[in-house]
């Protein structure tokens, strides 16, 4: 399966999925506007090998909420992120049976020699 979980609202989402070309060769889902459901969430769990993988620190809301003084577990992040979408590292991208988390240097060289 080849698919692209996205924010809409997100330039970087959208300049990382226009530069690999994946708006027309991939199934795409907004977050915002589809939210994420659990099996969904545990079939990229499988793929990442953990949630804290998926989960964004970077996120606001893990400030304001002050998630960053607790010491979170894998349920916590699971739950965190089917309760707010903005907690999903993104984009996160299927190709396969590979994925691709985030918009970090190290995520966007791995789709750069993935897609050579």
Known sequence: MNKVYYLSSCDT?????????????YELQDIKKEPITIRQL????????????????????????????RELREADYKQLILEEYTFLKRP????????FIGSSAKSKAALAEAFK
């Open 42 to 69: 545990e079939g990229l769990k499988n793929h990442a090998g953990s949630y804290e993988n998926l989960f964004s620190k970077r996120a606001r809301k893990y400030k304001s909420m002050g998630l960053a003084d």
């Open 13 to 25: 989402c959208l300049r990382i999925m226009k530069e690999f070309n994946l708006v027309d060769s």
């Open 92 to 99: 996160v991208i299927l190709r396969g049976e590979e994925i």
